[in-house]
């Protein structure tokens, strides 16, 4: 048996990652080194889905998002072959893997019968393209839920009490609701339905063999757990749908093991009978782990399809915004989270109709326009936002007497547009600084001790120094901005070492004192400006950060009227 610690010498640890516009994958060897990783983009090499984005809108059904399930299953076999010729899969002793949060999959009566029994010499798109009661997964971008989450919420005696309960208020994304919305809507598809996945636990469940279990982290993503004592909340259940705790089945910890790899791998891939699948999570909470956030004064700042800001801490204090999930590689801890659906896609639309569609051209406008841009002030709303939320939409303003430290007399008022320099920074600025007035409000460290920033933009030095700039702290960067199935990799080897001890064992026990020779070490980016000019700048921003987020209010408050 491996000494504490340590990982069987030539032993290698897959980590997916089951995300929004792509699957990818990650290995690492023992000495937690990347030796190889692959990527397959829904969009462009599975184009017989037509997919835009990975994702399909429902014209007829406002805010109705999502995807096809059996794409996620083509994408899995396509990725293990293009893996083939640069990894020997029987090296490979654990596989964990990270999904897309909220996700859902609805697998159909007889279906379990169907994955303990796959041919080898059959594809698993072929075996498994009916075994579905719902040929549609709805995803994290899905609004199209907010009747479901008022009943839900008012079952319980209110949001605040859903929170307490289940670490988050109702959000339309999450499955809870969802599931809900497909009971009402349709009754037979519920009907038929043997189990309810996550994206995570039915990529598990693929490599099996058998249901995998939801396991407690991405389980919160729901509005079904009980965060505190991590079992199904019986309240919510009955005020979601009839008989659903069967169809969930059990939750497992994340560091737990799912099962050994199905034969169906062993004989078409050549994997080892012995090798270890643990419990897939979701993005986020693989990212925590790829990250090796285990600081509570650290912030993380993931910018992807959705940007989140997300840390640790030891209880759980759950609110009105934000989320409270069980800590993926800590099992008495907790990690928060904040989350905004207009990320990366919104920087890019205005990418494209500011800076000619080339990021180079957008971060020579960054870089020329000042900080503070003049006072300008803008909200980017290209999808129905989740913090704030705001229905889709775009509000300009100008903010006066920036320049006088008072921040009574900042008067702000609204404009049609901005010029194409002026309105590059607006988003930038604009997403920054709700992203600090947000964490601030939920209790998160100001300023934080260091930003680790992961995520396709995190390889945008104009975007970093913004961030350094308005939240007053340093920003570092990982290796490789694809956090989640680093993380997921990283997991793996945790879960196949607490499986050897036999009893949960810190995952920093992987990497204690020797982090900088591994593939998850951090460098520092944006150096925390010490000089007065940075103290004076950082004064303007936290007012006009306090001025976004009173506009903000306004703007829901106006909503909410409507």
């Known amino acids: 048996m491996a000494g504490r610690g340590s990982l069987p010498e030539g032993s290698l640890f897959l980590g997916f ?139 319980v005696g209110g949001a605040l009490e859903l929170a307490k309960l289940t670490g988050s208020r109702a959000y339309e994304r999450f499955t809870g609701p969802q599931i809900r919305k497909i009971y009402q809507t349709e009754p037979n598809v519920y009907e038929d339905t043997e189990r309810i996945s996550l994206v995570s636990s039915f990529m598990a469940s693929i490599l099996v063999g058998s249901y995998a279990s939801i396991d407690e982290t991405d389980g919160a993503g729901m509005n079904l757990m009980d965060i505190n004592q991590r079992t199904w909340s019986k309240t ?48 986020n909470p693989n990212s925590l782990a790829g990250l090796t956030l285990n600081t509570p004064g650290d912030l993380a700042i993931s910018l992807g399809t959705s940007d989140t800001v997300f840390g640790i801490t030891a209880e759980a204090k759950p609110s009105l915004e934000g989320h409270v999930f069980p800590n993926p590689a800590e099992p008495d801890g907790y990690m928060v989270m904040l989350c905004y659906k207009n990320g990366s896609l919104t920087r890019e639309d205005v990418r494209n109709q500011c800076a000619e569609k080339s990021w180079d051209v957008f971060n ?65 600025e604009g997403q920054m600084l709700s992203m600090r007035g947000h964490a601030e409000r939920f209790g998160m460290p100001n300023p934080p001790r260091q930003i680790i920033a992961t995520g396709g933009a995190s390889s945008n030095d104009s975007i970093l120094k913004s961030i350094a700039q308005i939240f007053g702290c340093p920003v570092f960067t990982v290796q490789r901005p694809d956090s989640a199935s680093l993380g997921a990799a990283l997991r793996a080897a945790h879960g196949w070492l607490c499986n050897a001890e ?18 998850l070490g951090s460098k520092l980016a944006v150096p925390a400006g010490d000089k007065e000019e940075d103290r004076e700048l950082l004064k303007k921003y936290t007012l006009l950060m306090r001025k976004r987020m009173e506009i903000e209010r306004r703007l829901v408050e106006k909503i909410e009227r409507a």
């Open 17 to 155: 990652d089951s995300s929004t516009q792509s699957l990818k994958a990650t290995v690492l060897n023992n000495e937690l080194t990347i030796v190889a990783s692959e990527i397959v983009n829904f969009d462009s090499e599975l184009q017989h889905y037509k997919t835009e984005g990975g994702v399909y809108r429902d014209s007829t059904d406002d805010g109705h998002i999502f995807s096809p399930t059996i794409m996620w299953v083509e994408a899995l076999e396509l990725l293990l072959e293009k893996l083939k010729p640069k990894i020997n899969f029987s090296k490979v002793v654990a596989v964990s893997g990270s999904g897309q949060q909220h996700g859902s999959v609805y697998w159909k009566k007889g279906s379990k019968a169907v994955l303990s029994s796959l041919d080898s010499s059959k594809s698993l798109l072929l075996q498994l393209k009916d075994a579905f009661s719902t040929m549609n997964s709805p995803i994290w971008m899905d609004s199209s839920t907010t009747k479901q989450c008022r009943e839900i919420e008012n079952a």
């Open 236 to 283: 919510v259940l009955e005020a979601t749908a009839p008989g659903l705790e069967a169809k969930l089945g059990n939750l497992a910890p994340a560091y737990s093991a799912a099962g050994r790899i199905a034969p169906y791998f062993v004989e078409r891939f050549q994997f080892d009978k012995n090798c270890l699948v643990i419990q897939w999570s979701g993005d």
């Open 364 to 428: 020579s406008y960054l870089e020329k326009t000042p900080p503070l841009n003049g006072g300008k002030l803008g909200f980017y709303y290209k999808d129905h936002e989740i913090l704030p939320p705001l229905p889709v939409g775009f509000h300009r303003y100008i903010v006066e007497n920036l320049d006088d430290a008072s921040s009574d007399n900042l008067i702000e008022r609204e404009v049609a547009e901005f010029n194409p320099p002026s309105e590059v920074r607006a988003i930038i």
């Open 502 to 519: 036999g009893s949960f064992v810190p995952i920093s026990c992987l990497y204690e004192g020797n982090l900088e020779k591994t593939s």
